[in-house]
């Protein structure tokens, strides 16, 4: 009986201690809550391509509505609840949407030659015909379009990969975030088991085509040309890396949170295996400021605020979602990077170091940046899923 009571104590106390350290932290992030607004309006005010508007979507429904992210406890359905800042940017890229169903396309004066970024979009738009009655069907056939462009229209690889490019067949690691996240949400909406286990598929091939044995363990190399079999940029980039550990998130938590997720369980311990490795070797090649460099190998090493917080948010997120195999060591690197990125930011509320967004000169990953809509939505991710992690 002593035995059983000590036991007890002894978990109490650290009961108690957790508590105390998250309740510390949640004081912290309210704290620093005035940054999420800068990091925001700044996100909003700058100019976006495909991509851009896809991933600030997903970064506003994170933190304004997070009840409808796929992090969320019952993300496939309405709570009554209208989210509308993510459906503001829904319906700028559905009414963007190109002939052939790649959404923001129509912007400038051409398309913007990738197969898989319009998707990046697709679920913010599906979303629309969950909670916004009115435009049903609207916001359903722009949806639909886009899948059947990503399923039927979209060039594939010697594998079976979707293609990155429409004009040619490449392996992007940007691309796992864009496009196959959106193929995992229409299954758990439509409660399609065979389009979970596209996207999860898609992920497997992407990952076989770019994942290299790097210096800090096994990482992905940026972009393969499967019509040359030759890589374009064999370099292991923090963003790429960043990109695909968040695209694979994604599709294990929306596989994970419909009612295939038994029968899928190998799916889900791959895909949180995949990430594992990606957080690993990034977090390997920290840099003593607390920032990961723009590159591991391949290319030049400057820090990088926008993977940094790319990867914290991934790192905070599997803590919370699968923390029998994520501890406290990804949730203390992802504080620091955290702490690193909040001090870098500017009085214009824009994130620094980054890389630079624009496609010219070429190859523009490997200069850095002033202002990047995709580093700010990461910057608003991160503080979103440190938020869900000390449930403040």
Not at 91 to 99: G, N
Not at 203 to 231: E, Q, V
């Amino acid at each position: 009986m002593r035995q059983t009571r000590l036991a007890v104590s002894a978990w109490s106390l650290l009961c108690l201690g957790a508590y105390a350290a998250h309740s510390s932290d949640a004081s912290l992030y309210h704290s620093k809550l005035w940054v999420a607004g800068s990091i925001r309006s700044a996100m909003l005010a700058s100019v976006r391509t495909s991509w851009e508007q896809g991933t600030a979507a997903g970064a506003v429904l994170e933190f304004d509505d997070p009840e409808y992210s796929v992090f969320g406890s019952s993300p496939f359905v309405s709570d009554g609840n209208f989210p509308l800042s993510t459906l503001q940017l829904a319906y700028s890229a559905a009414v963007r949407q190109s002939p052939d169903g790649r959404l923001s396309q129509e912007v400038g004066d051409a398309l913007d030659g990738a197969a898989l970024d319009g998707a990046s979009a697709g679920s913010a738009v599906l979303l629309g015909s969950l909670t916004d009655p009115s435009r049903y069907n609207y916001w359903l056939d722009a949806a639909n379009a886009q899948l059947n462009f990503l399923l039927d229209v979209a060039p594939r690889t010697s594998t079976g990969a979707i293609s990155h490019r429409v004009d040619s067949r490449q392996y992007w690691a940007d691309g796992v975030y864009m496009g196959f996240p959106f193929i995992a949400y229409f299954g758990a909406v439509t409660n399609n088991a065979t389009l979970l286990q596209i996207a999860y598929d898609q992920c497997r091939l992407y990952r076989d085509a770019l994942i290299l044995d790097g210096p800090t363990g096994k990482l992905w190399g940026h972009i393969y040309s499967d019509d040359n079999k030759t890589w374009i940029d064999e370099g292991i980039w923090g963003t790429g890396n960043a990109w695909a550990a968040h695209g694979m998130l994604r599709v294990a938590v929306t596989i994970q949170k419909t009612e295939h997720s038994s029968e899928m369980a190998p799916q889900i311990a791959d895909l949180t295996l995949w990430i594992k490795e990606i957080l690993d070797g990034e977090f390997a090649a920290l840099r003593s400021d607390n920032l990961v460099p723009n590159y591991i190998t391949g290319g030049p090493s400057f820090p990088d605020a926008a993977s940094s917080a790319a990867l914290s948010s991934v790192a905070y997120r599997v803590a919370h979602l699968f923390p029998q195999k994520f501890g406290t060591n990804y949730t203390d690197v992802a504080a620091k990077i955290r702490d690193a990125v909040v001090g870098n930011i500017t009085n214009l509320g824009t994130m620094q170091p980054i890389v630079n967004p624009l496609p010219d000169p070429f190859p523009y990953w490997n200069q850095t940046g002033l202002l990047s809509t995709e580093s700010q939505a990461f910057g608003l991710m991160m503080l979103s899923a440190w938020r869900d992690w000390i449930g403040a």
